[in-house]
């Protein structure tokens, strides 16, 4: 049973435009979570986490959200860049610091 | 920021071969390594946890006799494939922890392909 998921596989957006890429999770006792860009042929690249105890985390152009209640966390990216045209992986920490991964989103962003 | 060094990123070889694949944290010292392995359209999944010095800890269902985990400095931890077979075709993936509290910083992977 996958614990962490991210149910749409593609998403494309318009330069310019806001970029939202969701990720579910089903275990509670997760604690941390991040999000990873990756490129092809490229291993993933740390991107932004937030902690349990935040609802919200922004870094410039990339904010992330987290409902506890609703076991959901959501990155926005805004506004979308032909550069960020990426396959997207949330992630989940554990406490013994392990990381569980849904499938990635691959966002477009088309110019 | 963080690099960490995967290599090869590329091995094709004939099955009963057994293949390494080394990862190094090239400006950290990494206090855990771990290993991921990832088939098409699926996600990264977890195989090993490897400390510097200690026997690695194997996830559910990962044979530790056929993926030999080797963390023999702070800085280098190996995977060795041994008596690959097709079905162990995958994209392999390593990722290294310099601090609990900080994110882990992947290699780039390496694509092992078995005839």
């Known amino acids: 049973d996958q614990q962490v998921k991210q149910n749409s596989p593609s998403l494309s957006v318009q330069e310019g435009r806001i970029s939202i890429l969701n990720c579910d999770y089903t275990?509670?006792?997760?604690?941390?979570f991040l999000w990873y860009k990756k490129y092809p042929a490229e291993g993933p690249t740390f991107l932004i986490s937030?902690?349990?105890?935040?609802d919200k985390n922004e870094d410039g152009r990339f904010t992330v959200f987290l409902n506890k209640s609703a076991k959901h966390l959501s990155l926005h990216i805004v506004p979308s860049q032909p550069g960020d045209s990426a396959v997207y992986f949330c992630?989940?920490?554990?406490?013994?610091?392990?990381?569980?991964f849904g499938k990635g989103t691959l966002l477009t962003v088309n110019p | 920021g963080a690099v960490v060094s995967q290599h090869p990123s590329w091995v094709i070889c004939k099955s009963g071969t057994s293949v390494k694949i080394e990862c190094r944290s090239l400006?950290?010292?990494?206090?855990?390594m771990f290993w991921y392995r990832q088939f098409p359209k699926q996600s990264l999944m977890l195989m090993a946890t490897?400390?510097?010095?200690?026997?690695?800890?194997?996830e559910q269902g990962v044979e530790k006799d056929k993926f030999l985990i080797n963390h023999a400095s702070l800085t280098l931890s190996t995977l060795t494939v041994t008596s690959a077979h097709p079905e162990d075709s995958s994209f392999y993936i390593c990722?290294?922890?310099?601090?609990?509290?900080?994110?882990?910083?992947f290699g780039d992977g390496t694509r092992l392909s078995i005839l």
């Open positions: 992630a989940a920490v554990s406490s013994n610091y392990k990381l569980t």
């Open positions: 990722s290294a922890l310099e601090h609990r509290d900080q994110p882990q910083h």
């Open positions: 400006d950290f010292q990494a206090t855990t």
């Open positions: 275990n509670s006792m997760f604690d941390y």
């Open positions: 490897s400390n510097e010095g200690s026997k690695a800890t194997y």
């Open positions: 937030i902690s349990s105890i935040k």
